[in-house]
Every structure is written in structure tokens, then in C-alpha cells.
């Protein structure tokens, strides 16, 4: 009350100077003035003027001045309301039964229309203008006003909002841009990594071998093969909305987010741009499966939806989201609530999606062709997760991805588990019939070549865990995880090979089968990473055991046939009896005889048995060719010189002098070839 009568002493004080017409006018528009600045309710202002008609009469009429101000504003504010409902309903499809029975004196066309941004651009324009002005109105207008008013207003509004939640929805669906995979997958660079250049294996149920066959030699012949998934570059990119149609959809979306319409228009969008994503997921090859369907599917179709799986999660996050996010944010820049709510509905689906397939994986049955696949899947989530965390703020979601993660490395540690108990285990009792390279061998050592490429993760998922029974020695405790159990299973493999090597009788060809095993293990450890991990004294003990077996099967071998060429007394005697000397003398031509058709008989044995068994590396071949000759051609070809003149120019001296020594060397490069030879014509020059 106080600062009414001072406001009015004012007036009263201003009033008094000048004529009095001025004056009058002056103090009225003060007074005006002020109760319009005020911005009070209506009945407050009338009582306000009344205060002030008591301290001077002249303001008694400012009264009905105010009113008819405000009748002048009210029609000021029906003629807008009336020109922005004219646009709206000539856009509202002919539903007259919508229209308000107070803008009968508008203009509307008889028959049916649909707003379309993109066909009618300046009408639509015309439109948004009006529904701007409706928002407006609808802040303008108060209580004090009249309902009807405000209810043809919000009838306006609300009529514009389905025009444009239709729009926005059409434009959409409209605007979906297809996913072009094919473009996709050829900007994407592919790395094929095989087991082994070359490597030809027996197919080993044991281990679960997953390859095609080559369609040469004899049974089922098998290579391994494993895929890696390749890696999206950096400026690939897609539009999943044609880029024209984004800023009518941002119009759209600001005046829905200002008229309180924000949830409606969230709902389309998230609605359209959810199933689009779940048609990109489709064209990725992702279908939707349970995890009962995904454990009734064969490996081969697994390892196909495996690896599609893997490309489409490094697709999703690293190009389909991350468009959805600059989308969402350019659509929605108006309001960061509806960029977060937006994006994280539209995304949810089909990242479950793909999340849901990861879990039915990680608790899927463990064999040891998984494992690499697995691994790829591992590394896919494990490399989009900081991004899939800081696009998706859903915290459900961020802890699903995090707990798929956790599944499938513990699903990649299980199943390598299961692998080192496979080899550790096996006890297969078909040993090769010519002593090559054991199947198993093969495949355990092309199988540790390619775990290798995945040495941060296996490193990172195993340093954990604690090892029993590792063998080797104090710098054991220098090597990293994967290293140590690498160690072990070789270790278990050639304590598994010692087993095998005993199902042979043949004592040379136990020794042939290590050596040509231990020989293998040591080339594939050479040559690859294999090599860094267990270090030069690993590879130099095995050599070490190489030549033993080299050592092991020349004394094995040919201890009988050089058992024939030691130096024997041929008998002989001092009596000087002429026939003693006789007898001793047939004696000893019969003992030689005997020795040179043991030689022939032992040589002729070997070179049948040996012919066929089978040293598969031409290196490793020729130096045990090299060691028989120099351990039995010298000790024949003494023993011949020293003895053939006894028997030469005798009757059938042919039989029991089958072979010079030239003929020995001769018939060693057919040895270990795999193809069974026997001797029929001696090649002995005449």
C-alpha cells in the first residue's frame, strides 16, 4: 500500500504542471502505464484503480480505457489465433467435424489435403509459421481470457501436432537410406591367416577338425583354414537419412519439443529409426535367434553366423550408431533430453540384439574350432566398448555389453582349457603306418601357430590363473601366460608322443616317428612367433633330441646288418697237414658265405621296410641318408675288399656277392620316400 500512495503522489504531483488538457492525458497514460507494467491479474489492476480514482478523480476513466484496451487486445489476439487456425485446418485431411464452430468465417478448401514438407515447401512453411504463432498465443494467453479462446487454441495445437507427428513420420520412413553391405564389407580390409602353407593333415575327430578337402591322396585329407575378421577404415562412413530431409525434421522436432509434445515426437522417431536398424542388422546377415535355436546350429553354419556376427558389431557401433548419434544430435539440437532418450531407444534393439547372440555363444558347448571364433568375438566387443559407452548412456545396456564381454573371455579361457585337456588326454591308438608326422602333431601345432595372433587377450584372460604342473625350469617364472601354457601343452604333446612312439614293434621306426615329430614341432617353432615365446635354449634342446633319435635309429636299424661285416677269424691252421688246411679252408669260404648272404638278406629286409617309411622333410631326410652312409658304406666297403677275392671266380660267386658298395649307395635315396620298394635286379655293374 505504501508504494501505491507514492506511485499516486507522483501522478499528482506530475499532474500539476503544464495545461490542463496535457496534463489530464499525462497522468492517464502514467497511470496506464504503470498498472499495464505491473502484469497483475485483472482484479488486482481494477483495484488499483480504484486507489487511484481517490486521489484524483480525473483517473476515474482510466477505467474504461483499460477496458477497451483490453477488448482491443482480445480481438487483436482472436484475429491472430483465427489466420493460424485458417493454415492449420486447411492442412487437417477435410475433418470439418474438427474445425471450431467460431472460425466459420475462415476460408478452407473443400476437399482433402496432406501436409508434405518436401511437395509443398512453401506451404509448409506457411504452416510451421502458424503453429508458431498458435505456441505463442497459447503463452500470450491467461486465465483472465476468454476459455473459449484458449481452447480453440489448444484445439489448433493439437490438430497441427498429429499433422506433423504424421510428417515427421513419413518423412522418415520416406528418407531411410538402405545399408549398401557390399559396400561396406569391400571397404573393409580382410587378413586370411591358414594354419600352415601347405600343411595337408588326416582328419583327427579328436580335435574337431573344420576344413574342406582337397580332393587329393588317399582318405579324408583335411587343411585348416581360420579367417580373421577385418577391420573397418577410418573414413568410412554412411548416411542412414538422406541428408536433405534433416533439417525438416529438425523444424518439425523443435515445435513439437516447445508445443510439450516431446515424448510423441521421441516415440516416432525412436519407433522408425529402431526398425530401420533392425533391417540394417538383417542385411548384415544378424538374425534373430534364441539361445535355444542358436544351440541347435551346426559348426559349419555357426562359424558363418560367427563371423558375420563379428562384422556386424565393429559395422554397428563404429558406423551405423555413431550415424544414428550425429543424426539424433542434429535433429534434436534443440533439446540434450530428447538427444539422449532418442538415441538410446532407437539403439537398444539391435544392440541387444547382437548381444543376445554373444551370450548364447559364451554358454554354448566348448570344442576346440570355437575357440578362434570366440576370440574374434572377444576382441570385436572389447574394441567397440569405450565408444558403444560414451554413444549409449543407458546404464542396462552398458552393463549387458560389459557382461557378454565377461562371458565370452570366460568362454575363450574354458575352451582353451578344454583344448590343452584334449591333447593331454588323447590316447589314440592308430599310430601312422610309415612313422610321418602324427596328425595330431599337425594340428596342435598349426592350432598354437594362430593362438599366438591372439597373444594380448589370451595374455590378458589367462595371467590369472594358476598352473599345476608346469614343466621346466626357474625362467619359467619370466615368461608370460600364454607363454607357460604353451610350454606346458608341448610338453604334454611330446610325453604324449613317447606313448605313441611305443605302439610301433619296429625299433628304427619308433626313433623315425619322434624324430620326424619332434623335427616338426621345432620347424613351427622356428618359424613363427612360437619361437619368441619359448626362447633359442628350447629350440636348441630339441635339436639336441633329434640327433639322439637320428642315433637311436642307425643302432637300432643296422646293428645286424653291420654285425655281419665285423672281422671274424676265418679259421686257418700252422699243422701243415694239406688236408686239415683243405677242410679250413671250405670252412671259411662257407662262414664268409654265410656273412655276405646275412648282409644281403638284412640289407634286402631294410630297404623293403624303409622304402616305405616315409620322412616327410627333405632336409631332415637327406641328413639321415647321409648318416647311414657314412655308418655302413665304409664298413662294407671294407669288409668287401678285404673278402670278395676269396670268393670270386668260385662256383655261384654271383649269389653271395649280390652288391658293391656303389650298389649300396645307390639303393639309399629310395629310403623314406613312403612308397614300398623291393630288390628284384641288383644294380651291380657286370
Same mark, same amino acid.
Given at each position: 500500500?505504501a508504494a501505491?500512495?507514492?506511485?499516486?503522489?507522483?501522478?499528482?504531483?506530475g499532474?500539476?504542471?503544464?495545461?490542463?488538457?496535457?496534463?489530464?492525458?499525462?497522468?492517464?497514460?502514467?497511470?496506464?502505464?504503470?498498472?499495464?507494467s505491473?502484469n497483475?491479474?485483472?482484479?488486482?489492476?481494477?483495484?488499483?484503480?480504484?486507489?487511484?480514482?481517490?486521489f484524483?478523480?480525473?483517473?476515474?476513466?482510466?477505467?474504461t480505457?483499460?477496458?477497451?484496451?483490453?477488448?482491443?487486445?482480445?480481438?487483436?489476439?482472436?484475429a491472430?489465433?483465427?489466420?493460424?487456425?485458417?493454415?492449420?485446418?486447411?492442412?487437417?485431411g477435410?475433418?470439418?467435424?474438427?474445425?471450431?464452430?467460431?472460425?466459420?468465417?475462415?476460408?478452407?478448401?473443400?476437399?482433402?489435403?496432406?501436409?508434405?514438407?518436401?511437395?509443398?515447401?512453401?506451404?509448409?512453411?506457411?504452416?510451421l509459421?502458424a503453429?508458431?504463432?498458435?505456441i505463442s498465443?497459447?503463452?500470450?494467453?491467461?486465465?483472465?481470457?476468454?476459455?473459449?479462446?484458449?481452447?480453440?487454441?489448444?484445439?489448433?495445437?493439437q490438430?497441427?501436432?498429429?499433422?506433423?507427428e504424421?510428417?515427421?513420420?513419413?518423412?522418415?520412413?520416406?528418407?531411410?537410406?538402405?545399408?549398401?553391405?557390399?559396400?561396406?564389407?569391400?571397404?573393409?580390409?580382410?587378413?586370411?591367416?591358414?594354419?600352415?602353407?601347405?600343411?595337408?593333415?588326416e582328419?583327427f575327430?579328436?580335435?574337431?577338425?573344420?576344413?574342406?578337402?582337397?580332393?587329393?591322396?588317399?582318405g579324408?585329407?583335411?587343411?585348416?583354414?581360420?579367417?580373421?575378421g577385418?577391420?573397418?577404415?577410418?573414413d568410412?562412413?554412411?548416411?542412414?537419412?538422406?541428408?536433405?530431409?534433416v533439417e525438416?525434421?529438425?523444424?518439425i522436432a523443435?515445435?513439437m519439443?516447445?508445443?510439450?509434445?516431446e515424448k510423441?515426437?521421441?516415440q516416432v522417431?525412436?519407433?522408425?529409426?529402431?526398425?530401420?536398424?533392425d533391417?540394417?542388422?538383417m542385411?548384415?546377415g544378424?538374425?534373430?535367434?534364441?539361445?535355444?535355436?542358436?544351440?541347435?546350429?551346426?559348426?559349419?553354419s555357426?562359424?558363418?553366423?560367427?563371423?558375420?556376427?563379428?562384422?556386424?558389431?565393429?559395422?554397428?557401433v563404429?558406423?551405423?550408431?555413431?550415424?544414428?548419434k550425429?543424426?539424433?544430435?542434429?535433429i534434436?539440437?534443440?533439446?540434450?533430453s530428447?538427444k539422449?532418450?532418442c538415441?538410446?531407444?532407437?539403439?537398444?534393439?539391435?544392440v541387444?540384439?547382437?548381444?543376445?547372440?554373444?551370450?548364447?555363444?559364451?554358454?554354448?558347448r566348448?570344442?576346440?574350432?570355437?575357440?578362434?571364433?570366440?576370440?574374434d568375438?572377444?576382441?570385436?566387443?572389447?574394441?567397440?566398448?569405450?565408444t558403444?559407452?560414451?554413444?549409449?548412456?543407458?546404464?542396462?545396456?552398458?552393463?549387458?555389453?560389459?557382461?557378454?564381454?565377461?562371458?565370452?573371455g570366460?568362454?575363450?579361457r574354458?575352451t582353451?582349457?578344454?583344448?590343452?585337456?584334449?591333447?593331454r588326454?588323447?590316447?589314440?591308438?592308430?599310430?601312422?603306418?610309415?612313422?610321418e608326422?602324427?596328425?595330431?602333431?599337425?594340428y596342435?601345432?598349426?592350432?598354437?601357430?594362430l593362438?599366438v595372433?591372439?597373444?594380448?587377450?589370451?595374455?590378458?584372460?589367462l595371467?590369472?590363473?594358476?598352473?599345476?604342473?608346469?614343466y621346466?625350469d626357474d625362467?619359467?617364472e619370466?615368461?608370460?601366460?600364454?607363454?607357460?601354457?604353451?610350454?606346458?601343452?608341448i610338453?604334454?604333446?611330446?610325453?604324449?608322443?613317447?606313448?605313441?612312439?611305443?605302439l610301433?614293434?619296429d625299433?628304427?621306426?619308433?626313433?623315425?616317428?619322434?624324430?620326424?615329430?619332434?623335427?616338426?614341432?621345432?620347424?613351427?617353432v622356428?618359424?613363427?612367433?612360437?619361437?619368441?615365446?619359448?626362447?633359442?635354449?628350447?629350440?636348441?634342446k630339441?635339436?639336441?633330441?633329434i640327433?639322439?633319435?637320428?642315433?637311436?635309429y +642307425?643302432?637300432?636299424? @643296422?646293428s645286424?646288418?653291420?654285425?655281419a $661285416? *665285423?672281422? !671274424?677269424?676265418?679259421?686257418?691252421? =700252422?699243422?701243415g697237414?694239406?688236408?686239415?688246411?683243405q677242410?679250413?679252408?671250405n670252412s671259411s669260404?662257407?662262414?664268409?658265405?654265410?656273412?655276405?648272404?646275412?648282409?644281403?638278406?638284412s640289407?634286402?629286409?631294410?630297404?623293403? +621296410?624303409?622304402t616305405? @617309411?616315409?620322412?616327410p622333410?627333405?632336409q $631332415? *631326410?637327406? !641328413?639321415?641318408?647321409?648318416?647311414? =652312409?657314412?655308418?655302413?658304406?665304409?664298413?662294407?666297403?671294407?669288409?668287401?675288399?678285404?673278402?670278395?677275392?676269396q670268393l670270386?671266380?668260385?662256383r655261384?660267386?654271383?649269389?653271395?656277392?649280390?652288391?658293391?658298395?656303389d650298389? +649300396?649307395?645307390?639303393?639309399l635315396?629310395?629310403?623314406?620316400?613312403?612308397?614300398?620298394?623291393?630288390?628284384?635286379h641288383?644294380?651291380?655293374?657286370?
Amino acid at each position: 500500500m505504501a508504494a501505491t500512495t507514492t506511485t499516486a503522489a507522483s501522478i499528482n504531483a506530475g499532474a500539476g504542471g503544464g495545461g490542463v488538457g496535457g496534463a489530464e492525458d499525462r497522468v492517464l497514460a502514467t497511470a496506464q502505464q504503470i498498472v499495464n507494467s505491473l502484469n497483475t491479474p485483472k482484479e488486482v489492476r481494477e483495484d488499483m484503480l480504484l486507489i487511484f480514482s481517490s486521489f484524483d478523480n480525473r483517473l476515474s476513466n482510466i477505467k474504461t480505457a483499460m477496458t477497451n484496451q483490453e477488448e482491443d487486445q482480445n480481438d487483436a489476439l482472436a484475429a491472430r489465433l483465427e489466420a493460424a487456425e485458417s493454415v492449420i485446418h486447411r492442412w487437417d485431411g477435410g475433418n470439418d467435424s474438427s474445425r471450431h464452430s467460431s472460425s466459420s468465417s475462415g476460408n478452407y478448401r473443400s476437399s482433402s489435403f496432406s501436409l508434405s514438407f518436401d511437395e509443398s515447401p512453401e506451404e509448409a512453411t506457411e504452416f510451421l509459421s502458424a503453429v508458431d504463432e498458435v505456441i505463442s498465443l497459447l503463452e500470450d494467453l491467461s486465465s483472465e481470457h476468454k476459455p473459449d479462446m484458449v481452447d480453440r487454441a489448444d484445439s489448433a495445437l493439437q490438430m497441427a501436432m498429429s499433422q506433423l507427428e504424421d510428417e515427421f513420420r513419413r518423412i522418415l520412413i520416406r528418407n531411410t537410406v538402405p545399408l549398401d553391405a557390399e559396400r561396406l564389407y569391400g571397404s573393409m580390409r580382410r587378413v586370411s591367416l591358414s594354419f600352415a602353407d601347405g600343411d595337408v593333415v588326416e582328419d583327427f575327430e579328436n580335435f574337431g577338425l573344420v576344413a574342406d578337402g582337397d580332393g587329393s591322396g588317399s582318405g579324408s585329407r583335411r587343411r585348416l583354414f581360420h579367417e580373421r575378421g577385418g577391420s573397418i577404415g577410418c573414413d568410412l562412413w554412411v548416411d542412414l537419412i538422406n541428408p536433405t530431409a534433416v533439417e525438416d525434421l529438425k523444424e518439425i522436432a523443435e515445435r513439437m519439443i516447445r508445443a510439450g509434445y516431446e515424448k510423441e515426437c521421441v516415440q516416432v522417431y525412436s519407433t522408425v529409426r529402431r526398425d530401420a536398424l533392425d533391417e540394417c542388422l538383417m542385411i548384415l546377415g544378424v538374425e534373430k535367434l534364441s539361445i535355444e535355436e542358436v544351440q541347435k546350429i551346426d559348426w559349419k553354419s555357426m562359424d558363418e553366423k560367427m563371423k558375420k556376427w563379428i562384422q556386424a558389431v565393429k559395422i554397428t557401433v563404429r558406423v551405423l550408431l555413431a550415424g544414428e548419434k550425429k543424426i539424433c544430435d542434429e535433429i534434436f539440437n534443440g533439446s540434450e533430453s530428447s538427444k539422449e532418450v532418442c538415441f538410446n531407444e532407437t539403439t537398444k534393439s539391435c544392440v541387444m540384439q547382437l548381444l543376445n547372440f554373444g551370450e548364447a555363444v559364451a554358454i554354448g558347448r566348448r570344442s576346440s574350432e570355437k575357440l578362434f571364433r570366440i576370440l574374434d568375438m572377444y576382441d570385436a566387443l572389447a574394441n567397440v566398448l569405450q565408444t558403444l559407452e560414451v554413444m549409449v548412456t543407458d546404464c542396462f545396456v552398458c552393463n549387458e555389453t560389459k557382461g557378454v564381454l565377461e562371458a565370452l573371455g570366460d568362454a575363450a579361457r574354458g575352451t582353451f582349457v578344454e583344448f590343452e585337456n584334449n591333447v593331454r588326454n588323447e590316447t589314440s591308438k592308430r599310430p601312422t603306418t610309415n612313422g610321418e608326422v602324427h596328425p595330431m602333431i599337425r594340428y596342435v601345432m598349426n592350432y598354437m601357430k594362430l593362438i599366438v595372433d591372439y597373444a594380448v587377450t589370451l595374455n590378458s584372460l589367462l595371467e590369472n590363473d594358476v598352473l599345476d604342473g608346469l614343466y621346466g625350469d626357474d625362467s619359467t617364472e619370466e615368461m608370460s601366460p600364454l607363454a607357460k601354457r604353451i610350454l606346458r601343452l608341448i610338453t604334454s604333446l611330446e610325453s604324449n608322443l613317447e606313448e605313441k612312439s611305443k605302439l610301433y614293434e619296429d625299433g628304427g621306426l619308433q626313433y623315425v616317428f619322434m624324430m620326424n615329430n619332434i623335427y616338426y614341432i621345432v620347424q613351427k617353432v622356428k618359424d613363427s612367433e612360437l619361437g619368441k615365446l619359448l626362447g633359442d635354449d628350447w629350440v636348441r634342446k630339441r635339436r639336441g633330441q633329434i640327433r639322439q633319435c637320428a642315433t637311436g635309429y +642307425l643302432r637300432a636299424s @643296422w646293428s645286424r646288418v653291420l654285425s655281419a $661285416l *665285423r672281422d !671274424e677269424s676265418m679259421g686257418g691252421s =700252422s699243422s701243415g697237414s694239406p688236408s686239415y688246411g683243405q677242410r679250413s679252408n671250405n670252412s671259411s669260404k662257407m662262414a664268409l658265405k654265410e656273412r655276405f648272404k646275412d648282409f644281403n638278406a638284412s640289407f634286402e629286409d631294410l630297404y623293403r +621296410l624303409q622304402t616305405a @617309411w616315409k620322412v616327410p622333410d627333405p632336409q $631332415l *631326410r637327406e !641328413e639321415l641318408r647321409i648318416s647311414i =652312409s657314412e655308418k655302413v658304406i665304409p664298413a662294407y666297403r671294407a669288409f668287401f675288399g678285404r673278402n670278395k677275392s676269396q670268393l670270386e671266380g668260385g662256383r655261384h660267386a654271383g649269389k653271395y656277392i649280390k652288391y658293391t658298395p656303389d650298389d +649300396l649307395e645307390s639303393y639309399l635315396p629310395d629310403l623314406f620316400e613312403g612308397a614300398q620298394l623291393v630288390i628284384h635286379h641288383p644294380k651291380r655293374k657286370s
